[in-house]
């Protein structure tokens, strides 16, 4: 079975097992699509300049999420047992 992480954004918790499979949720579940994972990165990056002065990296999954977790705005948060709150999953 492959480890899965689990991640606190926006009050939800997401588990996945790459950064890549936790990018494809993220925009999957956004309001904001695009028209790829990488377009979608960029454009979190972008607003997250213009809101909180944050510099994201788009080069790879994997600087995206820690730029991301860095900034404050997605948390690691210790595995629970408890799927009774709507989780989503890769």
Do not use: N
């Not at 606190?8 to 994972?37: E, F, N, Q």
């Not at 454009?43 to 990296?57: I, S, Y």
């Not at 730029?67 to 997605?74: F, Q, R, T, V």
């Amino acid at each position: 079975m492959t480890h899965q992480t689990t991640y606190l954004i926006d009050g939800c918790r997401y588990r996945a097992s790459t950064a890549a499979c936790l990018v494809r949720l993220m925009h999957t579940m956004s309001r904001t699509p695009a028209a790829d994972d990488q377009a979608w990165m960029e454009d979190v990056a972008e607003r997250t300049v213009l809101q909180d002065g944050g510099k994201v990296r788009v080069c790879s999954p994997e600087a995206f999420i820690a730029d991301l977790i860095s900034c404050g705005l997605i948390k690691p948060c210790p595995e629970v047992r408890d799927a009774t709150l709507g989780e989503q999953f890769d």
